[in-house]
């Protein structure tokens, strides 16, 4: 992937800065604001981690192990799983970098997320993050999921891919859509660059799941471009 030389300086003098400003300012945490370190142990103690009985596609707890409703409705094209609840401090690290492209924030997330991996066995061979539409990336000037995209891909040891999708229109917002309409929404929204993802095993990344239908219609794009195994993973999963 090639870089403009605009995000070259910032990306190379970005750790400097980020250094300098460190000692000037010592970390807040990011879930509960105390000063100390950039993620305190208290708010760690409060992340809900999934475990116990989920649908087996979408990974939403469940009383038992069988299909949820969201996912009889709208079967997933790709199996998901999250690795928390989203809720808490662990929902305002997610929200905080969504404004600012906090490092050690987003390499913490893609260490828990590649035991997550690691715990479903699951073998990509490509990592991918769910692209942000072309008028939120000019305004944000990152995507939040390439941050964590891109530490997961290196604990798995592979390569990742931020160009291998792209939002072919602009999607909106999801939030404060309803189930249907959240399908109706993204539903065609993607397209995946064939020659990098054809043969590949692709997992996919974001940091919120809610029905998965974003990541649905990332998986249908990467099969219409010849892709056989899709996985997603997100940080959290909002009830
Ligand atoms: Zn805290
Ligand atoms: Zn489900």
Known sequence: MTRSPRENIISRAWPWLEAGLGLLFPPRCLGCGRAGAFWCAACDAQVVLLSGPRCPSCGRPQPKRRLCRHCREHPLRLRARAYALYQGPLARALVSLKYRPHRPLADMLGGWLSELVTRQRWTPSLVVPVPLSPHRMRHRGYNQAALIARSLA???????????????????????????????????????????????????VDDLLTTGATLSACADALRAAGVSEVWGVAVAQAQ
């Not at 939030?175 to 990098?196: K, P, Q």
């Open 154 to 204: 290196g604990r798995l040891g592979v390569p990742w891919d931020e160009g291998a999708l792209s939002r072919r229109h602009e999607t909106g917002t999801q939030v404060g859509l309803d189930h249907e309409a959240r399908w109706h929404n993204v539903a065609g929204a993607f397209s995946a660059m064939e020659e990098s993802v054809q043969g590949r095993h692709i997992l996919l």
